[in-house]
T-cell receptor
């Protein structure tokens, strides 16, 4: 049962353009969402997060949007740079005691110079 | 400061053998997690340690898998009688406090396990 879904396994974008990575979730109890970025042969690194009390969180070139009614979130990267080429994982959790994070399957982003 | 380290970085073993994977978390981090990523799959939760509490083993796929955390620091994931389906990248992560909204997990580089 995949509770966090990233339906696009890969995405190619021209340098300077916007990259939009999508994520859907099924568990309505999730109330905190994270994006991680992973380069080959390295562990994932935290990128940006959003809590369910917000619908947008911005950090530099990265913005995460949350649509709770649609159970959908997206990561926007503007402008995209070649160094952004990596696998991006969406993750979700719910609060209340210890709650483990559930990860999606990842989207491989390639930014073409 | 030093991040999460894992050893070995690569492990090739024969079916039926036992393997041990090691994780050194960031100093002072009380929570430690093991995940694995099989080919084409997301990050699958395996086990979680928090301080002196009993570990959450709900993600371990079978009783061939076990893990321990000695002295609240280093952790070892053991896979007995390895099977080919155990081939994956095993990732360890640690965080300062668990159960808090803003706690972030810091991942190690992973151990790539190949079972022939």
């Amino acid at each position: 049962d995949q509770q966090v879904k990233q339906n696009s396994p890969s995405l190619s974008v021209q340098e300077g353009r916007i990259s939009i990575l999508n994520c859907d979730y099924t568990n309505s109890m999730f109330d905190y969402f994270l994006w991680y970025k992973k380069y080959p042969a390295e562990g994932p690194t935290f990128l940006i997060s959003i809590s369910s009390i917000k619908d947008k969180n911005e950090d530099g070139r990265f913005t995460v949007f949350l649509n709770k009614s649609a159970k959908h979130l997206s990561l926007h990267i503007v402008p995209s740079q070649p160094g952004d080429s990596a696998v991006y994982f969406c993750a979700a959790r719910r609060t209340g005691g210890y709650q483990k994070v559930t990860f999606g399957t990842g989207t491989k982003l390639q930014v073409i110079p | 400061g030093a991040g999460v380290s894992q050893s070995p970085s690569n492990k090739v073993t024969e079916k039926g053998k036992d393997v041990e994977l090691r994780c050194d978390p960031i100093s002072g981090h009380t929570a430690l997690y093991w995940y694995r990523q099989s080919l084409g799959q997301g990050l699958e939760f395996l086990i979680y340690f928090q301080g002196n509490s009993a570990p959450d083993k709900s993600g371990l796929p079978s009783d061939r898998f076990s893990a321990e955390r000695t002295g609240g620091s280093v952790s070892t994931l053991t896979i007995q009688r390895t099977q080919q389906e155990d081939s994956a990248v095993y990732l360890c992560a640690s965080s300062l406090v668990s159960g808090v909204w803003t706690d972030t997990q810091y991942f190690g580089p992973g151990t790539r396990l190949t079972v022939l």
